[in-house]
């Protein structure tokens, strides 16, 4: 199967470097800077623990030179989802499955706007990565891969993507397609809600914010607020999203959350994808979310900090 992934951060060359260990998948990188890709001499060097493996991949910033692909993985920030969609035209062909794996929820409103060259499936992963450099990433934990249309779409689609999860698993990647995606993506918006701005808001890895009784309250609060908001929405997410929170701060209590990775980084922060999204929810349906207003307030005000050079309309989720 000829599979390309658009964005070789870290969950784009952990896929990458997985998919690329069966010797049957041709595993391409779309990147969009072509000094970068030429960078990577077309391996990934994956580590797992201990163990360390080369998995050979080809990388390009040039989507016509791939060629159309059976399966595309979009793994940009959801800032960047539009652009990578469009950048990527000579992928597409009405066979490509097209899965699009970001945080947050905005990108959802994104994709409802576009015109689409094929409807793409939701992916939510549980899956843990971090690019250590330029083509060497660190499996970080193994976690469930759910994927699913959020839209009707022909049964031959839905079998083509079961095949898709089927390749996953292959890989040694526990994945599975599913009926209900935007149950899993809210609930997992819900964890990242209560984690990942808090994290920058007290600069500590996530466990941090289980010792820190005013940062626990906080998350407390702000996960109870994204509940409400999901419940109106009629989704079917955990019953108790704080205690579920709670357990992954501690199931990665010394992971450095990916915002405050883009903070320590400089870049751009998905607080409007993810914090920033449930506020614009909770507006519609004319819930109130304080805690959540004041987190997407203190991060754009840490954002502001490094973020002036950065010219207006390059990062749309500030706009
Ligand atoms: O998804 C994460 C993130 O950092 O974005 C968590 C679950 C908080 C792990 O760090």
Redesign the pocket.
């Known amino acids: 199967m000829k599979i390309v992934i658009i964005g070789p951060g870290a969950l784009g060359s952990l896929l990458a470097a997985g998919l690329a260990g069966r010797a049957d998948n041709e595993v391409w990188l779309l990147d969009h800077d072509a000094e970068r890709a030429a960078r990577m001499k077309g391996k990934l060097l994956l580590t797992v623990g201990e163990q360390e493996f080369c998995r050979l991949v080809s990388a390009s910033a040039d989507a016509a030179r791939i060629g159309p692909a059976d399966l595309v993985l979009l793994c940009v920030k959801s800032r960047d989802v539009a652009a990578g969609i469009s950048a990527a035209q000579p992928l597409y062909t009405p066979a490509t499955i097209l899965i699009t794996f970001q ?1 947050g929820i905005s990108h959802l409103d994104t994709l409802a706007r576009m015109k689409l060259p094929v409807q793409p499936a939701i992916g939510v992963t549980a899956m843990g990565a971090t690019l250590k450099a330029t083509g060497h990433v660190c499996h970080g934990g193994q976690g469930l891969t759910r994927m699913g249309f959020l839209s009707p779409v022909p049964s031959e689609k839905q079998t083509q993507l079961e095949s898709v999860a089927g390749l996953f698993r292959q890989a040694g990647m526990p994945a599975e397609r599913v009926d209900n995606i935007l149950d899993f993506v809210w609930t997992k918006l819900l ?2 809600v209560g ?2 701005a808090l994290t920058v808001i007290y600069d500590c890895a ?1 466990g941090g914010l289980l010792v820190n009784a005013e940062a626990r309250a906080k998350l407390v609060a702000a996960v109870r607020e994204g509940h409400a908001v999901a419940r109106a929405l009629g989704l079917k997410v955990p019953p108790d999203p704080v205690s579920q929170t709670l357990r ?1 701060c501690e199931a ?1 209590a010394g ?1 450095i ?3 405050l990775q883009d903070v320590r980084r400089g870049r751009p922060t998905e607080i409007g994808a993810i914090n920033g999204a449930l506020l614009a929810k909770a507006a519609e349906l004319g819930l109130e979310a304080p805690v959540n207003r004041e987190l997407v307030r203190r991060v754009r005000l840490i954002e502001d900090g490094y973020l002036r050079t950065i010219p207006r309309g390059s990062c749309p989720d500030r706009l």
């Open positions: 945080n964890v990242n984690i990942n996530n992954v990665t992971n959350s990916s915002m």
